[in-house]
């Protein structure tokens, strides 16, 4: 079964530093999300994408955030200057666009951990 | 505001039948997912609703009233593997979900 995954699995970087989370997602699909899960709390929507620009975002995603579609199959998560508080796992989406609504597949996470 | 509410925990034995049960309040309503997650991995997709009533899919099921903001998540011929996080989601007028803080279920032999 065709998956979403996401690269890589851990990430350990000092506060300050940028950081790139990368998402491969299900081959046909059209629409993609990033969410993140602080420990012990509920996922929450960063943002999402849709025909080569964002459709929504959460107040989560200020101006340190950003996302790209470099080429036909990456999708990805820039964090230009990090926070402590950025620690989470982030966890990519995507579905398909066509059926009603279809449910969003997730990757296993990147485990982002800022020291 | 938007707002999910489900229990935070709940335990059950194996072989028996548990229900989980989600109240939303969300701006819109374009449908009710269920995921799976067990501890420090992904969310598994379980099941959804759109219209009112029960969708079933083999050992789960799930039932949906838009009137009273509420579903629950039914889970029958419980095993150990069962024992994980279940998230009650919402997909309100927009295309992003809602989750709520889920329910950790622990499933005793």
């Known amino acids: 079964e065709p998956e979403v995954t996401q690269t890589p699995s851990h990430q350990v970087t000092q506060m300050g530093q940028e950081v790139i989370l990368r998402c491969v997602p299900i081959s046909n699909h059209l629409y993609f999300y990033w969410y993140r899960q602080i420990l012990g709390q509920k996922v929450e929507f960063l943002v999402s994408f849709y025909n080569n620009e964002i459709s929504e975002k959460s107040e989560i995603f200020d101006d340190q955030f950003s996302v790209e579609r470099p080429d036909g199959s990456n999708f990805t998560l820039k964090i230009r200057s990090t926070k402590l508080e950025d620690s989470a796992m982030y966890f990519c989406?995507?579905?398909?666009?066509?059926?009603?609504?279809?449910?969003?597949?997730f990757g296993d996470g990147t485990r982002l951990s800022i020291l | 505001g938007q707002n999910i509410d489900q229990p935070t925990e709940m335990t059950a034995t194996e072989g028996a039948i548990v229900q989980i049960n989600c109240t939303y309040q969300?701006?819109?309503?374009?449908?009710l997912f269920w995921y799976q997650q067990h501890a420090g991995e992904a969310p598994t997709f379980l099941s959804y609703?759109?219209?009112?009533g029960l969708e079933e899919k083999g050992r789960f099921s799930s039932f949906l009233s838009r009137s009273k903001g509420y579903s629950y998540l039914l889970l029958k011929e419980l095993q150990m593997k069962d024992s994980a996080s279940y998230l009650c989601a919402v997909r309100p007028n927009t295309d992003k979900l809602i989750f709520g803080t889920g329910t950790r279920l622990q499933v005793f032999p």
């Open positions: 969300t701006s819109g309503f374009n449908g």
């Open positions: 989406a995507s579905r398909t666009g066509t059926g009603g609504p279809q449910p969003q597949h």
């Open positions: 609703n759109v219209l009112d």
